[in-house]
């Protein structure tokens, strides 16, 4: 009997606040449900924001005042949902962890929103989120059931480049694998986020743990990272979503945008720090691929979408050019990027367990994009019919991998 869910990958973008980019998850999600999806993938640091182009005022040997103001604002912007700094791993996903007497929950309550949201869908949730946790951010990937809540979080274990200054290093027990069953398919997932994805022992750390969907939510729009995830999807002979941001620079947080004097006229009161005004939820249009694949974008007349070419947003905030997605020059004045050009493109797909796109990858699509697929989970099993690499084509008499904390075998 084929072993079928619907999955969907959200190719949404960060709001200005966290209450806005709450509803624009529930919304997106509530939209998902309608179509009948059961599992839903947001992109890297989707909430608390992902910091592209911004350099926190940063050199080897230097720090300018600037950076230390631009940090305040991106600190305040990060999710707390009541973990540890060190991690408290199973005493927090199981709420064995003290609260304050004035508090009804530990954090921030974006746990609990989450939770709700759902419950309320029916849709088991996988978000990227920047957590605060003591006096450090944690690049975090956060598991919701709709039954029971919370099941499971983990942090990023090797930020990226420049991210290393903002974000900490997560322990890489939080590799663990989630054993769920949605709709009586039986489903054993993890998340790799972003260039971890480039980490080859990681991957197998996941691989070893026989999981069936494997999750990469991201910030790399390169050209080189379709076929990665295509690479990942056939070594793990799983699944795969990958989530991105597609964001124009106009949209960025007025705190990376704004100039100093704008900043100090905000704190002495003079000026308000501007922030993006809500559009609202875009219509959208459901079409089908060859494939009978549903591909959700927003209705025409309300696309994102303009005349010219693409600028790439790599992880790190970098930008890389290529032919066929290149920087719109069309854009610039006087050498100066405008607000409509963009700074990460979006790029996000869903890969089957033999390394074949199902969908995507959604380029330049701002708003609203949304790709969903049937999966069938025996095709898992088919596939391990030439190729387990964490099993029979390991040679695990002569290979082996430890990782610290962290028990490779499959879950129960």
Known sequence: MPQILKLAVAQSHTLSTTAETLEALAET????????????LFPEAYLGGYPRT??????????????????????????????????????????????????????????EELERIAKETGLFVVTGLVERAGGSLYCAVMYVCPKLGVVGKRRKVMPTGSERLIWAQGSPSTLKAINTTIANVRLTLAAAICWENYMPLLRYSLYSQNINLYLAPTADARDTWLPLMRTAACEGRAFVLSANQCMRRKNLPSWITHTQAQIDASKQGSQSVEQRKSTGRRSSIITKTEDNHELVLPSPGTSPLKNGTLAKGGGDGFVESSKSHSATESAKTNGKYSGNDFVTSGGSCIIGPMGQVLAGPLWEVEDGGLLIVEADFEDCERGRLDLDVAGSYSRNDAFKLEVTGLDLNPPP
């Open 29 to 40: 999600t509530q939209e998902a449900a309608f179509q009948g999806v059961h599992l839903i």
């Open 54 to 111: 911004c350099s926190f005022g940063a050199a080897v040997g230097a720090r300018d005042p600037i950076g230390r103001e631009q940090f305040l604002h991106y600190f305040q912007s990060a999710v707390d949902v009541g973990d540890t700094p060190a991690g408290a791993g199973d005493d927090w996903v199981e709420r064995r962890l003290p609260i304050a007497k004035d508090k009804k929950v530990r954090g921030d309550g974006t746990r």
